[in-house]
C-alpha cells in the first residue's frame, strides 16, 4: 500500500513535470502533422534512409519554418485523426494532403490551398471503355477512401446511380483490390491515382475529372494568427516559384495550379469555394445518419453473432483436443491457441483479407468473420479446456462406473457441466467481440464505428456520432449481459 | 462366487498401498472391509470398480477377469454391467434431476427405450425410500436422499455386485437404521453388497463377515 502511494506520487511528479514541458515547446520549433502512412508524394520515410522523412508536405513544411523562422518538427498522426489532433493542438500546423471542405472550414483555422486536384475514375485496362464514369458503374463497387470528397461524390452517385461505395482506410489497397477484381472502379485524387496506376500494372485512368478538390493546411481554430503568416509565406511562395519548383520536383506540377496560384495571389479573395454536400446543422446530420449507424449496427450484429457461432465450434473442438487428444496433437493445438493469442487481430485481419489475396480472395464480409472468429475461437478454447478441466474426478468417476465411454461422458456428464462454468466468461467475450468488430473497418466492412467515424469526419465533431454509437452499443450489449445473467440464475436453481 | 480377489497388490507413487490381499464374497452376501483411514479400504473397492489399476494379481466379478495394469474398454464394458458402486460422496451429476441420475445409463449406455428406463428409475426410487424426491436436484437433497439416489442410480442396471464406499458417513444414527434395512432387502433379492467402513456398529449390523484391514493387508481375526 505505501509503495503503491510512493508510485501515485512519483506518477504525478513525472506528470506535472512533463506537461510545462509541453506547454513550453521552444517557439523556433514548427511542430507540424501528418500521417507517413499516406506515403509518396505526401510524406514517407525515405527508402535510402528511413529515419528521415521526404514528400512534398515535408518541403512545404520546411518552406513554411523557413518563413517563419523557426525549425520543423514532424508529429505523426494517423489521417483520420488530423482533425481532432488540430483541435487539441498536438501540432502547429497539419499538412498531409488535407482536403478543403465547409466542416473543416468551420472547426478548424484553415489556410489557403496550395494545390489543387482532380478526382480520377481508375478502372482496369478491360473495362476502360465500358465504366469510363460514375453512371456507367451501377451495381458496381467503387473503392475510395472515407471521410473524403472522393466518399461523398461516391455517396451521391449511390443515391443516383446506384454505385456501390467500398470505403478503405489507406489509398493503397483500392488499388491493389481493383487489380485483384474485388472492385470495380477507384474514385480518388489524381496525386493517388497516378501512383495507383504506377504501381499495378493493368490499370487505367479516364481522362475525364469526377470533381475539383483543394489540399490545405490546418490549425486549431484560435491560432489565426500563424495562420495568416502561413497563407502570407504560401502566397509569396507561389508568386516568386519556390512551390512550383517543389510540384515540379515531385511531377506533381499541371496546368491546374498556375490558374489557382495567380487567383489566391492577385486576388484578397481567401479560398475557392469547396466542392463538397451542404454544411448541415449536427442535429439535422444526426437524423440523416441514424439510418445509415442503423444498418451499420444491423451488420455489427451480424458478424459478431456468427463470428461467435464459428469461436464456439473452433473453441470446442480446440479444447477436447487439448483435452482429450494425443501428444502430437495437443502440441499443434497448443502452438495455435499461443500464435493466435499473441499476434494482434488487426495483424490477422490484414493477413487473411490482402496477404492471402493472392492465393484465395475473400470477400471482405467473410474474411472478417473468418478473422473474429478463429481469433475469438482461441480464447474461447482456453475457457472451455479450463472448464473442462474444473468439473471435478468425481463425477468422471461416476460416469465411468455406470459404464460411459470418454465421447459419452463427455456429451452428457463433463460437456454440460463445464459450458455452465463457461457461460459468464462467454458472455463477456462476446461482448468484448461486439466492439472488437469495429477493428474490421480495416478490410472495408462498414460496421457501426465505421459509419460513425465518417458520419463525425463529415459534420467536423465527434460529440454527438459517438454519443449515438456509444448508445447503439449500449442496447447490443447490455441485453446481452441480461439474458445471460438470467441464464445463470436459472442454472444455479437448477 | 460372485467376488473373487487374488493377490492383489496396489502401488501409488513407488509405494505398495495394498499387499497380496485375498478375498471372495457369494452371491446375496454382505461383507464390510472394516479399517482405519489409509487402511487402503476405498483403494480395494476402486480397484474392483476399474477406476484404478493394481499391479499384480487378478480380480473376477461373475465372469468378468481382471488381471493388472490398464482395463481394454470391451472388459471395462462388460464389467460395469456387473458392478455398481456408490461413493462416499455421492458424485450425483450435478447438472441433473435425481430421476435423470438414475435412468441416465440405463438408456445411453444400455440402449433401454427412455420410457421404460424412466418408469423402472421411479420404481427403483420408490424402492429406496425416496421416490417423492425424483425431481429434486443433486444440491437441493439431503446426505441421506443422496446416498439413496445415489444407490437407486448403482441398482439401474442390475448389477449382481454393489460396492458402498463409506456408506454412513453423512448419516444420523436413525438413517444408519433405515440404510441398514435397505441393504439386507438388496442382499435378500441376491445382490451383493461389500461395504468399507470405520463404523464397527454399522459392519456388525449389516454384514455377515468383517475384514479387518490394516495398512494394505488383511489382519487375521483372533
Not at chain 1, 488499388?175 to 477507384?186: I, P
Not at chain 1, 500563424?226 to 517543389?246: S, Y
Not at chain 2, 495394469?69 to 458402486?85: E, F, K, N, T
Amino acid at each position: 500500500m505505501k509503495d503503491a502511494g510512493r508510485f501515485a506520487g512519483l506518477v504525478v511528479l513525472v506528470w506535472l513535470g512533463a506537461v510545462p514541458a509541453v506547454a513550453q515547446e521552444p517557439s523556433e520549433t514548427l511542430r507540424w502533422g501528418g500521417d507517413a502512412e499516406g506515403g509518396a508524394p505526401f510524406v514517407e520515410a525515405d527508402p535510402n534512409d528511413p529515419t528521415r522523412l521526404v514528400g512534398f508536405e515535408v518541403e512545404i513544411a520546411q518552406l513554411l519554418s523557413n518563413g517563419l523562422g523557426r525549425t520543423p518538427r514532424f508529429v505523426q498522426v494517423g489521417f483520420t485523426s488530423l482533425d481532432a489532433a488540430a483541435v487539441r493542438g498536438d501540432f502547429d500546423v497539419g499538412l498531409s494532403g488535407i482536403e478543403d471542405s465547409p466542416a473543416r472550414r468551420a472547426r478548424l483555422a484553415v489556410t489557403i490551398p496550395y494545390y489543387e486536384f482532380r478526382e480520377i475514375l481508375t478502372v482496369r485496362e478491360a473495362d476502360a471503355a465500358r465504366y469510363r464514369t460514375l453512371a456507367d458503374l451501377r451495381g458496381r463497387r467503387v473503392a475510395t477512401l472515407g471521410s473524403t470528397l472522393a466518399y461523398d461524390l461516391l455517396i451521391e452517385a449511390q443515391g443516383r446511380h446506384g454505385v456501390l461505395p467500398v470505403t478503405y482506410e489507406d489509398d493503397v489497397h483500392p488499388y491493389s483490390d481493383l487489380a485483384l477484381g474485388r472492385v470495380d472502379a477507384v474514385l480518388l485524387d489524381d496525386v493517388l491515382a497516378e501512383r495507383g496506376v504506377r504501381r499495378n500494372p493493368g490499370l487505367f485512368n479516364q481522362p475525364t475529372s469526377v470533381g475539383v478538390g483543394y489540399y490545405v493546411g490546418i490549425l486549431a481554430p484560435a491560432n489565426t494568427q500563424l495562420r495568416d503568416r502561413i497563407n502570407e509565406i504560401l502566397r509569396e511562395a507561389m508568386r516568386d516559384g519556390r512551390l512550383e519548383a517543389i510540384f515540379r520536383r515531385w511531377n506533381m506540377w499541371d496546368q491546374h495550379q498556375p490558374a489557382l496560384y495567380a487567383r489566391l495571389t492577385n486576388q484578397t479573395t481567401e479560398l475557392p469555394p469547396p466542392q463538397t454536400t451542404a454544411q448541415l446543422t449536427t442535429w439535422e446530420a444526426a437524423r440523416r445518419y441514424l439510418p445509415a449507424l442503423l444498418n451499420a449496427a444491423v451488420i455489427t450484429v451480424v458478424l459478431s453473432s456468427l463470428s461467435m457461432m464459428l469461436a464456439i465450434v473452433v473453441g470446442v473442438l480446440i479444447a477436447s483436443g487439448r483435452v482429450y487428444g494425443p501428444a502430437a496433437l495437443r502440441a499443434v493445438l497448443t502452438a495455435w491457441v499461443e500464435i493466435i493469442r499473441g499476434t494482434p487481430l488487426l495483424l490477422q485481419l490484414f493477413v487473411l483479407y490482402f496477404g492471402l489475396a493472392t492465393v484465395v480472395q475473400l470477400p471482405a464480409f467473410l474474411a472478417a468473420l473468418i478473422g473474429l472468429g478463429l481469433n475469438y475461437g482461441a480464447y474461447e478454447s482456453e475457457i472451455y479446456r479450463s472448464a473442462l478441466e474444473a468439473v471435478p474426478r468425481g463425477q468422471l468417476d461416476a460416469a465411468r462406473t455406470l459404464g460411459f465411454n470418454d465421447r459419452q461422458t463427455l456429451l452428457l456428464v463433463r460437456g454440460p457441466q463445464a459450458f455452465r462454468l463457461a457461460l459468464a466468461p462467454m458472455t463477456n467475450d462476446f461482448v468484448a467481440l461486439l466492439k472488437d468488430s469495429s477493428l474490421v473497418s480495416v478490410i472495408t466492412v462498414v460496421e457501426l464505428t465505421k459509419q460513425t467515424s465518417i458520419f463525425a469526419a463529415n459534420i467536423g465533431s465527434w460529440l454527438v456520432p459517438g454519443l449515438m454509437c456509444a448508445a447503439m452499443y449500449l442496447m447490443l450489449s447490455l441485453p446481452l449481459a441480461r439474458l445471460a445473467r438470467r441464464i445463470e440464475r436459472t442454472w444455479q436453481r437448477a | 462366487m460372485v467376488l473373487d480377489v487374488r493377490g492383489i497388490q496396489v502401488v501409488r507413487e513407488n509405494r505398495r498401498v495394498i499387499h497380496d490381499l485375498s478375498f471372495s464374497a457369494s452371491r446375496g452376501e454382505c461383507l464390510a472391509l472394516m479399517g482405519p483411514s489409509g487402511s487402503g479400504k476405498t483403494t480395494v473397492l476402486r480397484a474392483i470398480a476399474g477406476l484404478d489399476p493394481f499391479t499384480t494379481g487378478a480380480v473376477i466379478v461373475v465372469d468378468v477377469q481382471l488381471t493388472g495394469g490398464r482395463i481394454p474398454h470391451h472388459v471395462a464394458r462388460r464389467l460395469h454391467r456387473r458392478v455398481g458402486m456408490v461413493f462416499q460422496f455421492h458424485h450425483l451429476f450435478a447438472h441433473m434431476t435425481a430421476l435423470q441420475n438414475v435412468w441416465l445409463a440405463p438408456v445411453h449406455v444400455y440402449g433401454e427405450p427412455r420410457g421404460e428406463a424412466e418408469a423402472r428409475a421411479r420404481r427403483l426410487l420408490e424402492k429406496v425410500g425416496v421416490g417423492h424426491r425424483g425431481e429434486a436436484f443433486p444440491h437441493q437433497l439431503s446426505g441421506g436422499e443422496a446416498q439413496r439416489v445415489a444407490i437407486a442410480r448403482a441398482l439401474a442396471v442390475n448389477p449382481p455386485l454393489l460396492l458402498m464406499d463409506e456408506p454412513t458417513a453423512s448419516l444420523d444414527p436413525a438413517r444408519r437404521g433405515d440404510l441398514a434395512a435397505t441393504l439386507h432387502e438388496l442382499t435378500r433379492d441376491g445382490t451383493t453388497v461389500v461395504i468399507s467402513t470405520h463404523d464397527a456398529d454399522f459392519a456388525r449390523q449389516c454384514a455377515a463377515r468383517v475384514l479387518l484391514l490394516e495398512d494394505g493387508r488383511i489382519r487375521p481375526t483372533t
